[in-house]
């Protein structure tokens, strides 16, 4: 699961797809499209954060509607904060990757729910591990789709092409 999160086989590596991306294709918008690359980074960036901080037993509070885990702004204010969005990206993927690398017992693990959906199934940090990487790698396809849509692919880290 751990090289995963960085992109085998069929998934791209996240980090390569926006870590070369200038601000203003980060803040792009596209007709029939509701996110921007900038948007679904910090949403990605929302959810790793709390289902890290949930497997470390924090218990942060559920989102009361969807939309409070996307930025309103189709892009951050500027280029600092864009970098800063990248940064943190790479750090929530290293932490996860951390918590993906531990003994099969820890894996095993419950995560306690923070919302009546958790509690309806199992949820060990091996599953919750495996959800939030299906959330990016969902994500970080949309974010390929954008970068080839504006010319921008494939990113200087790689990526197919075909």
């Known amino acids: 699961m751990a090289e995963l999160l960085y992109g085998k086989g069929a998934h791209a590596n996240p980090l390569a797809c926006v870590e070369d991306l200038p601000l203003e294709l980060a803040g792009r918008r596209v007709e029939g499209f509701p996110h ?6 910090a949403h990605m960036n929302y959810w790793m954060e709390y289902e890290v901080r949930r497997i470390g037993g924090e218990g942060p509070k559920y989102p009361d509607h969807a939309a409070e885990s996307w930025p309103t702004e189709a892009a951050p204010g500027n280029e600092h904060e864009w970098k800063n969005s990248i940064s943190r990206f790479e750090e929530m993927i290293g932490k996860l990757k951390i918590l993906a690398e531990a003994s099969p017992e820890r894996l095993a693990l419950e995560v306690d729910p923070t919302n009546p959906d958790h509690a309806k199934h199992a949820s060990t940090q091996r ?3 495996w959800q939030t990487l299906v959330h990016n790698s969902y994500h970080v396809g949309q974010i390929a789709m954008l970068r080839r849509m504006f010319g921008a692919w494939p990113p200087r880290g790689g990526g197919d092409t075909w």
């Open 127 to 129: 599953d919750v591990l």
């Open 36 to 41: 921007s690359i900038g948007q679904l980074v």
